[in-house]
């Protein structure tokens, strides 16, 4: 099983601020397999970013993915005061098929 | 518009069986390469992906928890329906439904860009507890 790690755990920043998350796989993954999610209480999760860069439809254009191999990184630019959330990143893999790391937190400074 | 939506007891009792029901709009699991799985987030383990029914009937399961799982879809309804059997108070946690769409790539013969989910239901709340 591919094990997904995010860090930081929580990013503490101000609206107007860059945020940059990372997820690391304990193996190279394919870059067509790795996607981004925020979490907002009580709302469905929404895809961000597949395909390691490629937005969402709907997703403004300050969300942001890149990488390849093992390092991923999500950037938001220029946050709104909408952005601050969890954000997970997920693979595809095998066995189990799908998996997300951890989590990142994103809070207001 | 593209909805899912989650549906389920939200007490169960240890060692029983629990049955979700992921109702689908906007969309048909009998569209080619449409796939529904149902995804878990508990607090001990974050995201955790469960089992995954596409629109040919072909079933995945996690493989920790394939002797416990059970997807399956009712077509004319709409819908896919989630069994887990011997459910444990680790168990408790909210459990999501969530579309990943294929496309048919030509050149290779196989459906491709079905790695992510693009739609998820809020989830249902589930407890396990005497």
């Known amino acids: 099983e591919i094990v997904l790690t995010q860090s930081p755990g929580t990013l503490s920043l101000s609206p107007g601020e860059r945020a940059t998350l990372s997820c690391r796989a304990s193996r190279s993954i394919s870059s067509d397999y790795l996607a981004w999610y925020q979490q907002k209480p009580g709302q469905a999760l929404r895809l961000l970013i597949f395909g390691t860069s490629n937005r969402a439809t709907g997703i403004p254009d300050r969300f942001s993915g890149s990488g390849s191999g093992t390092d991923f990184t999500l950037t938001i630019s220029g946050l709104e005061p909408e952005d601050f959330a969890v954000y997970y990143c997920q693979q595809y893999g095998r066995a189990p098929l799908y998996t997300f790391g951890q989590g990142t937190k994103l809070e207001i400074k | 518009q593209v909805t899912l939506k989650e549906s389920g007891p939200a007490l169960v009792a240890p060692t029983q069986t629990l049955t979700l029901t992921c109702v689908l709009s906007g969309f048909s699991l009998s569209t080619d390469g449409t796939r529904v799985s149902w995804i878990r987030q508990t607090p001990g383990k974050a995201l955790e992906w469960l089992a995954r029914?596409?629109?040919?009937?072909?079933?995945f399961y996690r493989p920790s928890l394939k002797t416990r799982l059970s997807i399956s879809k009712d077509t004319s309804k709409n819908q896919v329906v989630l069994t887990m059997t011997n459910m444990d108070p680790e168990d408790t946690g909210s459990y999501f439904c969530?579309?990943?769409?294929?496309?048919?790539?030509?050149?290779?013969?196989?459906?491709?860009?079905?790695?992510?989910?693009?739609?998820w239901g809020q989830g249902t709340l589930v407890t396990v507890s005497s």
């Open positions: 029914i596409d629109w040919d009937d072909d079933k």
């Open positions: 969530a579309r990943s769409q294929g496309s048919y790539d030509r050149a290779s013969g196989y459906y491709i860009n079905h790695y992510y989910f693009d739609h």
